[in-house]
């Protein structure tokens, strides 16, 4: 399950359109998740659709916020865009089983429970990346902080989980549409020089640093490319999730 995770305070105003590149990632499987925040005002009306839209396109979910509230929802996002991937993953392959009007809801009860089981297993199970792509355009600076302490929490949230769980950060602008800080890892404690030392400029190119963060989370090593090179991450298929019978075969009859 690949995520990326969104966080701005404003409109993009350079590139390609950011909900262009966030559909671009849902076909690669991908879901994109966005969160506006905002401190002592509102959010332009512009740019609470854009965030609203380009969630729609990844698939994801959106939210605006305070930076007090930022960590809490950076969690909540993850965890119910996790859920639901899943659910959707069953729910297909329910419809491949039993017909295309087939839904979790409409099981019997003897099958329904040990579906619903199987969702929240493979929910805190399931190989997880999440790659953080941060607003750092110069209307930011108050906000990083905030932001920091969302990544930490973050991640303290991924190691509770039991599945193979990592995390990226990508920051944009930089001197490439967005600039990699943290490669995929489950500890960023030694990386506690990130925050200070971020450039801020005026620039918002959301467009062009999604589709560097989407080429970066479809391009991760797979165990059989994996070379040993810092950076490189290992992710199998569950063996229930890739054996030919799909993920459901145990449980409907």
């Not at 950076?231 to 799909?246: F, I, K, L, M, Q």
């Amino acid at each position: 399950m690949n995520q990326i995770v969104l966080i701005t305070d404003g409109c993009s105003n350079e590139g390609i359109s950011p909900v262009v590149a966030a559909a671009h990632a849902q076909r690669l499987g991908i879901v994109v998740n966005v969160i506006g925040i905002v401190d002592g005002g509102d959010m332009s009306e512009r740019g609470a659709a854009e965030i609203a839209d380009i969630a729609k396109a990844g698939g994801g979910m959106s939210r605006i916020v305070s930076s007090g509230a930022l960590a809490e929802t950076v969690q909540m996002m993850t965890r119910k865009t996790v859920v639901e991937t899943i659910r959707q993953t069953v729910q297909q392959e329910l419809r491949q089983l039993m017909g295309p009007t087939a839904a979790i809801e409409r099981l019997s009860p003897e099958h329904r429970g040990p579906v619903v089981k199987l969702i929240d297993e493979l929910s805190e199970t399931g190989a997880l990346r999440v790659a953080l792509l941060i607003d750092t355009s110069a209307s930011m600076r108050p906000k990083l902080r905030a932001v920091e302490e969302a990544c930490r929490d973050l991640l303290a949230s991924l190691r509770a989980r039991r599945g193979k769980s990592e995390m990226s950060v990508l920051r944009f602008p930089g001197n490439t549409e967005a600039d990699l800080l943290a490669g995929w890892t489950s500890d960023l404690a030694k990386k506690d020089e990130l925050f200070y030392k971020l450039n801020m400029k005026g620039t918002t190119p959301t467009g062009p640093a999604l589709m560097k963060a989407v080429r970066y989370v479809s391009e991760a090593r797979t165990p059989e490319t994996t070379d040993g090179r810092e950076g490189g991450t290992e992710y199998a298929p569950s063996s229930r999730a890739s054996s030919g019978d799909g993920i459901l075969s145990d449980y409907i009859v």
